[in-house]
């Protein structure tokens, strides 16, 4: 038995789960936390899958693998979430702390998240893809992007 990385519990019963595609994470919130676990964890493929679907092959793995293993994950602080930005995003605001190496970092990012057939996914608003205003959703909802993700990238 260890902590969770996100630090509400035991791994085994908190993150290890949505990890291993056993659970699913219910809020926004869940998800942030698991995917911080992840980073800490090196679970770079849960990284991949809970990103919106769209930008899934966008990501790029070595980096976030590197970003994974270069740093010591040391704490995740929940600042506020708002599940119910509309019907199906979500807003979590977090401080992640991490040693580089040198010293303690503190990330403090407001991310978003969008709920697309029952599961949530991590909209990153860093990726460098072409995006048009008309063309269907990066979340896979069949909608056009301007009237869905488009806000919250
Ligand atoms: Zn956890
Ligand atoms: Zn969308």
Redesign the pocket.
Known sequence: MSGCPCGLGEYESCCEPLHKGQQAAITAEQLMRSRYSAFARQQIDYIQSTT?L?QQQALDIPAIRDWSVSNQWLQLDIVQANEKLDK??ALVEFKAHFHDGKQVQVHHEVSHF?K?AGRWYF?DPTLEQTLTMKQP?????G?K?K????Q?L
């Open positions: 919106a769209g199906s995003h969008v697309q909209l959703c990066i979340c896979g909802s909608k992007l009237q869905c993700c488009e919250f």
